[in-house]
């Protein structure tokens, strides 16, 4: 449910561009009028949110790591990020590498049998 401060923020857009109801909106701006209120709420992160976050950040780390011009103090920091980088991404990896395990388990079970 929607806050009555974002309620009235989505009221007062609605109001600036001369529309009475949301049903009034074209599909497009209903898709601007989402978007809008989904960021005023605070959407929740998903797992693939945070997953691409970190694919992205690793990618700019590398990226940052292949300048010519680093100073040692540099490359040492983003040495340090990278790690970092790599360490969450194995952490965020790890519900499917347990699920992989356990069907190779079971496999190897019935394989046996």
């Given at each position: 449910?929607?806050?009555?401060?974002?309620?009235?923020?989505?009221s007062l857009w609605l109001k600036a561009r001369g529309i009475a109801r949301?049903?009034?909106?074209?599909?497009?701006?209903?898709?601007?009028?989402?978007?809008?209120?989904?960021?005023?709420?605070?959407?929740?992160?998903?797992?693939?949110?945070?997953?691409?976050?970190?694919?992205?950040?690793?990618?700019?780390?590398?990226?940052?790591?292949?300048?010519?011009?680093?100073?040692?103090?540099?490359?040492?920091?983003?040495?340090?990020?990278?790690?970092?980088?790599?360490?969450?991404?194995?952490?965020?990896?790890?519900?499917?590498r347990e699920a992989s395990a356990a069907r190779f388990a079971v496999e190897?079970?019935?394989?046996?049998?």
């Amino acid at each position: 449910m929607l806050s009555r401060a974002i309620e009235k923020t989505m009221s007062l857009w609605l109001k600036a561009r001369g529309i009475a109801r949301y049903a009034d909106l074209t599909a497009e701006e209903k898709a601007t009028y989402r978007a809008a209120e989904e960021a005023m709420s605070g959407r929740k992160l998903t797992d693939d949110d945070v997953a691409e976050f970190w694919d992205r950040t690793f990618d700019q780390i590398t990226e940052k790591l292949s300048a010519p011009d680093l100073s040692p103090r540099e490359r040492d920091f983003l040495i340090v990020e990278l790690r970092l980088a790599r360490k969450v991404r194995g952490f965020l990896a790890t519900p499917e590498r347990e699920a992989s395990a356990a069907r190779f388990a079971v496999e190897q079970q019935l394989a046996q049998h």
